[in-house]
């Protein structure tokens, strides 16, 4: 989320929330109590955009710049879950809004051979739901690279709380790991003309 900030994107804003273990015990629908109890603690909360609706990709059509900075940027991020199924953005007064992102960097579901993970392509992006409107990667490619700097990405990663990172014990330390998510991203943004070349030939391959 706060990638796609400093890109231009617009995500609701984003805060950290304790969930006390007493919260979900009056909510009446189990499913839901469920999700709250197994959230005690360090949550991510978005703020709740009143009034807005979801993304309908067969009634809106997207601006291609806009289109392909949201793909270039889930290119980036390795977003599996963007598609026509679940868009993960919102229209709120007239303007497109992304959320959701808990489904990139699955990298770190298998962690230790990133170095390999941060030069493939992302072929997944095949799926996206604004791809076919994405006809200015080459474009958006130039600008994000300028705006995107390894300081902000590091400045970005050391957000995230040491708790997180510190549940994953096959790290010598909360920083090694902080370092691998770094390291991660500076690859692909240094490399992205790997995943803007698939999601052009996957765009290709759609029209």
């Known amino acids: 989320g706060e990638i796609a900030r400093v890109l ?10 304790n969930v006390d273990s007493a919260f979900g015990r009056t909510e009446p629908d189990e499913e839901i109590q469920d999700l709250l109890k197994a959230s005690t603690g360090l949550n991510l909360g978005l703020h709740y955009l009143s ?22 940027m889930d290119c980036l991020m390795t977003n ?6 679940n868009t993960n953005m919102l229209s709120w007064h007239k303007e497109l809004w992304l ?11 298998n962690i230790h051979d990133w170095e390999d993970k941060a030069l493939r392509p992302f072929v997944l ?28 990405i590091r400045n970005i990663v050391q957000l995230i709380p040491d708790e997180w990172l510190a549940a994953d014990t096959s790290f010598a330390s909360v ?19 790997i995943f803007v070349k698939e999601a052009q030939h996957a765009r290709q391959a759609l029209i």
């Open 8 to 17: 231009g994107l617009k995500v609701p804003e984003i805060v950290f929330a």
């Open 51 to 72: 009034g807005s609706i979801t993304f309908d990709p067969a009634v809106t059509t997207i601006d291609p710049t806009l289109a392909s900075k949201i793909v270039w």
């Open 80 to 85: 599996m879950d963007r598609t026509v199924r």
């Open 99 to 109: 959320i959701d992102h808990g489904a990139c960097l699955y990298f770190h579901h």
């Open 125 to 152: 992006v095949k799926d996206h739901v604004l791809l076919p409107q994405a006809e200015a990667l080459d474009m958006v490619d130039t600008e994000f690279r300028s705006l995107l700097t390894n300081e902000h």
């Open 175 to 193: 920083e090694e790991h902080r370092q691998v998510y770094i390291k991660f991203l500076e690859t692909r943004l240094a490399n992205s003309q």
